[in-house]
């Protein structure tokens, strides 16, 4: 049975899915892990990348840098299995619960998440710098 839309649905309130790709045709995703909830990863999406994604059950992007559509963990064995997707209220970015495969790594640098570093300042200092956080510290590139 399929919903009728009223004149008073919007995009927060419909049961229908209407990703909101921007004008280069993608959509944010951030990955977080199904366990913890921390966030493992942050990459962008296409039409093909979310629909392989939706019926794989494995994440899939769109890499920007070499123009084409990857499974993340395809060569380094670090599937990340979905186990819920959800979007945002104004369907614009995708958020992808999942599950680690292989060495539970979900960064290419071999780091747990590619959310490894702090950015840290005083106020005394105007200069930023990066520190490692303890957990997260990456090892060698995977993929």
């Given at each position: ?36 909830g921390d966030v493992l990863m942050f990459a962008y999406m296409n ?20 123009g084409k559509l990857w499974k993340k963990g395809e060569e380094s ?5 979905v186990v819920e997707l959800r979007t945002d209220c104004d369907q ?52």
């Open positions: 049975m399929t919903s009728r839309k009223t004149a008073s649905e919007t995009i927060e309130t419909t049961r229908s899915f209407k990703p909101a790709f921007d004008a280069d045709g993608l959509i944010p995703a951030i990955v977080t892990d199904r366990h913890s039409k093909d990348a979310l629909a392989e994604t939706i019926g794989s059950g494995f994440a899939h992007f769109w890499s920007r840098s070499r064995g670090n599937l990340l299995k614009d970015v995708i958020w992808v619960r999942a599950e680690v495969q292989g060495d539970g790594v979900a960064c290419h640098t071999g780091a747990r998440s590619c959310f490894y570093r702090r950015i840290v300042g005083s106020d005394h200092e105007p200069a930023v710098a990066l520190e490692f956080t303890a957990a997260h510290e990456p090892k060698a590139p995977s993929d």
